[in-house]
């Protein structure tokens, strides 16, 4: 079922492209609840019962959001979120029953943006999206034909040991140019340490720049999304040379004095 917004882009520009959120629930209340909720908070919204109906929607449409739930009969929310994340960048949340912390751990290893602990309210809904969403990349405006795109001044690069990275693109390459591939939240948290390099950073503070909610869980997101970035960065994970853990305080992201913001 697709259900369009109700209202203009947040930023009331006509041009703007509007968010488009997948909502894979088998609840029928409580889906048809969430999608008009976000269709009248201005979100193109499409809603599927399983998964087994959500794929070919999926495979036919690009979404910048998908809000999933686990616990599903057929195939879970785990494995068509391993899927999704394997074919697009498309910003995932996760919802789980309360007292089910493996799922969310097991669902954050795997690339989700956010997760969400039922029975939720709507207004939590809609900020937990909000929040993703401002990290997911959106497409540009349409242009009016023949018109010309000003470049604006972009975040331009930085480079650490071998490694480049571009901020405005999201791209992250190694030696010879290989391509890193980083999940958005792995992404979002060395960002977060390349814009404040060299200086030690609490856990709470790390939570707050992504858009995690402050709690016990949200720490252990954190925890786990630096593994898995120091597997992709350092050579060797257990000694890292960049991503440094500081006892008791937090981490650090030790830039050397050569490896500076390109220009």
Request: glycine share 10%; net charge negative.
């Given at each position: ?100 912390p493996l799922d ?21 809904v809609l900020a ?130 050569g490896d500076e913001?390109?220009?």
């Amino acid at each position: 079922m697709f259900i369009p917004n109700l209202l203009s882009a947040e930023s009331g520009d006509e041009t703007a492209v509007r968010a488009k959120i997948i909502i894979v629930e088998d609840e029928p209340d409580l889906r048809d609840a969430v999608a008009e909720y976000l269709a009248a908070n201005g979100y193109d919204v499409a809603t599927a019962g399983n998964a087994a109906e959500a794929r070919p929607m999926l495979e036919s449409g690009a979404f910048h959001l998908a809000l999933l739930d686990i616990a599903m009969p057929g195939e879970d929310g785990l494995s068509l979120g391993r899927w999704l994340r394997s074919k697009m960048p498309t910003g995932i949340i996760y919802a789980t029953a309360a007292g089910t912390p493996l799922d969310r751990i097991v669902g954050l290893e795997i690339g989700a943006d956010d997760y969400i602990v039922k029975p939720y309210e709507l207004r939590e809904v809609l900020a937990r999206v909000r929040s993703v969403l401002r990290r997911v990349p959106q497409p540009s405006p349409p242009q009016p034909a023949g018109a010309k795109t000003a470049a604006g001044p972009g975040r331009g690069a930085m480079r650490f040991g071998p490694f480049s990275v571009d901020l405005d693109g999201r791209l992250v390459t190694g030696p010879g140019g290989t391509v890193v591939d980083l999940a958005r939240s792995e992404f979002d948290v060395l960002e977060v340490f390349l814009t404040r390099a060299n200086r030690v950073l609490t856990r709470t503070a790390i939570s707050e720049a992504i858009g995690l909610a402050e709690d016990v869980e949200a720490s252990r997101a954190v925890d786990i999304r630096i593994m898995r970035l120091r597997k992709k960065i350092e050579a060797d994970p257990a000694d890292p040379k960049f991503l440094r853990t500081v006892r008791g305080e937090g981490y650090l992201f030790s830039l050397p004095a050569g490896d500076e913001r390109g220009r």
